[in-house]
């Protein structure tokens, strides 16, 4: 990118731009974590990750908005900086300014967008639950149609007015319940059980806006979605005892559940077509992963096995993203210190 100097003002430095690269690293860390960790600890791991680096992502764009537009007409900066002296000091690029305002603009626009569906579909789907008549932790719903996932709680002050928030529960239709076989019921319950006690729509929430805040993040979001799946999958075999009937319950919900573009047919406006925090991940290596050995769940990998490969590197791109925060905390104290000179 060309760079632009205007009154003795220096280039925005390359630096400035490592928090837009480094989620680069997000697709063989997901990699890394989905086959080594377990799938509580690397979905866990994998969010924090993604959630650090969408931050630093954003309070990048941010600086180089106000540092990229330093001598522009109608710049963001204080009247106090107008000093000639103080904006000269201050690392100037129209170009990238111009193009950061855009894209800000667009993480803000999309992360109200994916709140906003977020909030409004968990609301719908309770107050449709509501007519029910019965506040049981499973509702099942009269429909030849087979589905099953766990729905949260209520938004704080939307499902119902007045009304005590009302908890997560776990929605399967008759379609679902009929494919199954009692144990396989059982095993289906249990895992999305486990999705409400972990609180998973959480960690997918994080990812989704993480995506938004900078694409080279998405490959976190599927990470994230197959291991929750897998946590889930463990919890349930944990419950039944025997992992051997959770796998065939996953294959076979999986099996009889339609495609996503099916899904929101027409007539079905209680519940059009299931959410994001609803998605199933690979099955075939969910059900692999359930007929192989459980996963180590306590305690760190040893350092040379595959697993301390994997752990060393969450912890380096986790060590690496808290670096770039405090180098960009450090651009603040710059600003700081300039607009101190300013006014003295």
């Not at 400035?16 to 377990?38: K, N």
């Not at 979605?225 to 005892?241: I, K, L, V």
Request: charged fraction near 15%; include cysteine; hydrophobic fraction near 50%.
């Amino acid at each position: 990118m060309a760079v632009q100097r205007v009154g003795g003002a220096e280039p925005v430095g390359v630096f400035v731009y490592l928090p837009l690269v480094l989620p680069l690293t997000a697709l063989p860390v997901a990699r890394l974590a989905e086959q080594h960790l377990h799938p509580r600890t690397a979905a866990r791991l994998l969010t924090a990750v993604a959630a650090i680096l969408a931050v630093c992502s954003t309070v990048c764009l941010a600086l180089l908005v106000v540092v990229g537009t330093a001598q522009l007409p109608g710049n963001p900066l204080p009247d106090s900086w107008s000093d000639p002296e103080v904006r000269a000091a201050v690392p100037y690029d129209e170009v990238t300014g111009k193009v950061s305002i855009g894209a800000l603009a667009a993480v803000l626009t999309a992360w109200a967008g994916v709140l906003l569906r977020h909030r409004r579909y968990r609301a719908k789907a309770h107050r449709a639950l509501s007519g029910l008549g019965t506040d049981s932790e499973v509702a099942v719903l009269r429909d030849d149609e087979p589905y099953a996932y766990a729905l949260p709680s209520a938004p704080r002050g939307g499902a119902l007015s007045g009304a005590p928030r009302r908890p997560g529960r776990i929605l399967v239709s008759t379609g679902m319940l009929a494919a199954l076989t009692d144990a396989e019921r059982h095993a289906l319950l249990a895992h999305e059980r486990a999705h409400l006690v972990a609180r998973h729509h959480r960690l997918l929430l994080a990812v989704q806006l993480a995506g938004c805040a900078n694409p080279l993040l998405r490959p976190l979001r599927e990470a994230v979605t197959y291991c929750t799946e897998r946590w889930a999958d463990e919890e349930a075999a944990a419950a039944t005892g025997d992992r051997r009937t959770t796998a065939r319950a996953v294959a076979k919900a999986a099996l009889v559940t339609p495609r996503p573009s099916s899904r929101a047919r027409p007539g079905r406006t209680a519940f059009p077509g299931l959410p994001a925090f609803a998605a199933t991940g690979p099955v075939p290596r969910r059900v692999a992963a359930l007929l192989g050995p459980l996963p180590p769940a306590n305690g760190w990998p040893p350092a040379l096995t595959g697993a301390g490969i994997a752990t060393a590197t969450l912890v380096a791109a986790a060590g690496t993203a808290a670096s770039t925060f405090s180098a960009l905390n450090a651009s603040v104290a710059l600003f700081c210190v300039l607009e101190a000179a300013s006014l003295g």
